[in-house]
RNA sequence: GCCGGCGUAGCUCAAUCGGCAGAGCGGCGCAUUCGUAAUGCGUAGGUUAGCGGUUCAAGUCCGCUCGCCGGCUCCA
């Protein structure tokens, strides 16, 4: 009895019935037979021992596919929940998915793993790879499968079970470990040659605070040790772009013992801020926001009106001013809507768009603190945006292009959309929150920009749209916001005088572009890896005179630059020029300016870039107009010279 | 907040079994006046995160507190 399998370039072959991928695969080619992890039969992956009883189309996996790299690193999470099995026999298994750049397992451990124990247990995940052992499964009713993984005390696979709807479940098994999974796995063991452990932390089970705290190991495979190596170097390379290393090496930031969570802006860092800051109101201004400043200390009434006091009260900080209680701001909309709220306000005059760079404190759980990513006060580059109902697609859209533009075209960074619905502490009706949330899905699809939805992870008082970011290890952060908000204004009796003379409600949308300053400029420092483009480098350019005779000239080149508001400095320091090159190099200053004695007869300046090396001389007022047009442009790469225009 | 790890000079890191706290870089001083990634010599710099304990003796061992790092939870 034959069966006929196609295959994806669309040709057909016979084999017999029950044949395996294996069989086919080793059929193809050997070579393909070595590097097969699993098989895609009528778009279901299985793995390729599994018998293939009918027609069917046939896709075999191999490790170079992404697919395949999943399957490798999920069989890795097994074979290492196997290892500490052997090793630590009471060790409950939780679960242990693959993920991006490798995989984990959870464990319920009586005693933490430390560093070295990973050590152990990456020792004995070679042995059970040396030991080649076979990956088998098999289908049992899930009744079968409770008792069985009762007995055997794997009370989490239990629970697992318990909450599933299928009747029947699959087990997979190599060596001792018998495991509840859907697969498909590697044949067998031997498959996996390069991987290695990365670290162990605590991880709660079923990511709920008020679950038992579990040990998580990650650890990371490849199909080849080579690109096991260039993954470990990257990690290396990463955390050389750390933004806390940077702001400490290139003087930027820091944050002292007596603030935890409460960053310093250093000078070269507060130019950075500025650059962003003149930027920020200059783009804003032309986009028809109007800027606003509101106290950071308010009432606390105005807090309970606004629903804080009732939702947010955990991550605010109170105090107390002649008797009577306030609160830091962690937000700034109570304060846009009280200024809205201090006239009557007509439809002739809205969309009323309030942008404020407005310092906000919030507590942050100590654990989660991390450099300028995340802190415990920051400036949100807030908008309040009051209109009319019929004004919420244009709104939106137009917050959308903002921060498109600004992410993409003016620096050049990759952002990821979620629209986040509705959370379980969240004021008003249902109703109202499906009204704005299908608003915000319908501004999206209309961009044709690609979202996931983050269920429940909406502010108290409306849905969003989230803009993360990522750092220089992958992890995202959430930077720009849009928020679609109907409550606020019912909650303060927001109106609006229409063309009927009569009052309305008017629906708010809060929003940020950069998000907080403070993470943006960490996003940032890591995005250029403290190599500024001109127009937010602390420094521009630095002189560097060759010898103490040239001081003067030096002096000179800085003033004619400083006229066109360039940041110019002199290394005066009694040292070599090479010397003085490195420091440059190393502060990454994106121009260095050698002047000596042909320099000084000359007019011009021997101009060095930090990427680009020797450019060779220039009169300095070439120089200045190179720089003035770089820093004006906003440009990302060094300009060349023959592109500068007078 | 929770789990684990870590904390020595401004930075990077040494200090054997519990036995005199050190180096390089950076800083400062002197010499040198130099042409595209490190000139030489000298010198200052420490409550070994803080508090308590064990010990003849603590950077080292124990306890607590603080901070940092990696995760989890949470969020701009």
Redesign the pocket.
Known sequence: MAIKITFPDGSVKEYPRGVTAAKVAEDISSRLAKNAVAARVSGVLQDLEDEIQEDSSLEIITVDQPEGLEILRHSAAHIMAEAVKRLYPQAKLAIGPAIENGFYYDFDVP?????EDLGRIEAEMHKIVQENQEFTHWEVDRETAIKEFAAMGEDYKVELLQEMEDDQVSIYKQGELVDLCRGPHLPSTGKLKAFKLL??????WR???NRP?L??I?GTAFAKQKDLDEHLRRLEEAARR?H??LG??LDLFS?Q?EG??FPFLHPNGMVIWRSLEDFWRKEHRRRGYQEVKTPIILSESLWQRSGHWDHYRE?MYFTEIDERPYAIKPMNCPGSILLYKRRLQSYRDLPLRYCELGLVH?H????????L????C?H?DDAHIFMLPSQIQEEITGVIDFIDYVYRDVFGLNYRVEL?TK?EDAMGPDEIWETATEALRKAVEAKDIPYEVNEG?G?FYGP?L?FHLEDC?G?T?????IQLDFLMPERFDLTYIGEDGKEHRPVMIHR?IF??L??FIGILIEEFAGAFPVWLAPVQARVIP????YLDYADQVRRQLMEDDLRVEIDA???????K??SA??EKIPY?L??????AEAGTV???H?QA??LG?MPVEEFRKLLRQEAASMALQPLDISSVVD
């Open positions: 005693e933490a793993f430390s560093p670290n162990v932390a605590g991880a709660y990511g709920d605070s705290m040990q998580r990650y750390d806390r290393r400490r090496e944050i013992e935890p969570g991550n919030r942050e759980l100590s654990g989660t603190l991390h450099g990513m995340r802190v415990r920051f949100q986040s959370p992870d502010a969003k989230d290890l992890r952060w959430q930077c720009g916001t940020v998000g907080a403070e993470r060759v010898g103490e005779r320091r009694d040292e070599k020029v090479g010397y090159i490195r190099q190393l260095m050698i002047v000596g004695e042909k320099e021997s101009v060095r930090r090396g020797d001389s």
